[in-house]
Structure formats: C-alpha cells, structure tokens
C-alpha cells in the first residue's frame, strides 16, 4: 500500500504564488508517473502537470509560463510552484502516482487533495 500526503495549499490573492507539495511512502520499488489535477466547484477533475521518472514534464495550457512541476526521487516527493495566481486557478489540487511495487505490479494513487483558494 501507498500513501499520498499533500501540502501546502492555501488562500492567497491573486498575483502570489504557493509551493505544493506530494510525498509517497509505502511499498514502492519505482515511481513512474507523479503529477497534479485540480478540481473547480461544479467541474471535472482536469490535469494540471505531470512529471515522468526520464524528467519529461507536461502542463496544461492555462498553467504554462506560470506553474512549475518538479520532483526529488530520493524522497519520493513531487512539488507545484505555482505563481501569478488567478482566481480561476481556485480549486482542490490532487496529486495522483503511478507506482510500481517489488513485484513489478503497477498501481495507482490518488492523495486526499488539498484547497487552493485565489482571491480576487
């Protein structure tokens, strides 16, 4: 089993910045996949980044230029900086893994999500 612990959400005004971070422990042999989803009131669940174990990133268009993914292998832990906030940045931000244990079986994780609030 896998635990996903979140922090560093928040309410910041529009135009600051936060620093989330995603630690992983538990029985993992590789992490293949770490990223981030956010998701708005009365909306679906929409990637934000992601970050793959050879260091190839991705993010989604409304995020580029402002969001930054990034990862320390050594301790498990993948991090969001976010930066020139918008109030349409407002939602629960999850972090979501792909991890493969010791017996090569590949699973998925989800951490408990954590409010990021912008205002205006």
């Known amino acids: 089993q896998v635990q996903l612990v979140e922090s560093g959400g928040g309410l910041v005004q529009a135009g600051g910045s936060l620093r989330l971070s995603c630690a992983a422990s538990?029985?993992?042999?590789?992490?293949?996949?770490m990223g981030w989803y956010r998701q708005a009131p009365g909306k679906g669940r929409e990637l934000v980044a992601v970050?793959?174990?050879?260091?190839?990133?991705n993010y989604a268009d409304s995020v580029k230029g402002r969001f930054t993914i990034s990862r320390d292998n050594a301790k498990n832990t993948v991090y969001l900086q976010m930066n020139s906030l918008k109030p349409e940045d407002t939602a629960v931000y999850y972090c979501?893994?792909?991890?493969?244990?010791?017996?090569?079986?590949?699973?998925?994780?989800w951490g408990q999500g954590t409010q990021v609030t912008v205002s205006t």
């Open positions: 979501k893994a792909y991890v493969v244990d010791s017996y090569g079986r590949n699973y998925d994780y």
């Open positions: 538990g029985s993992i042999f590789r992490i293949n996949f």
């Open positions: 970050t793959l174990s050879g260091g190839t990133t």
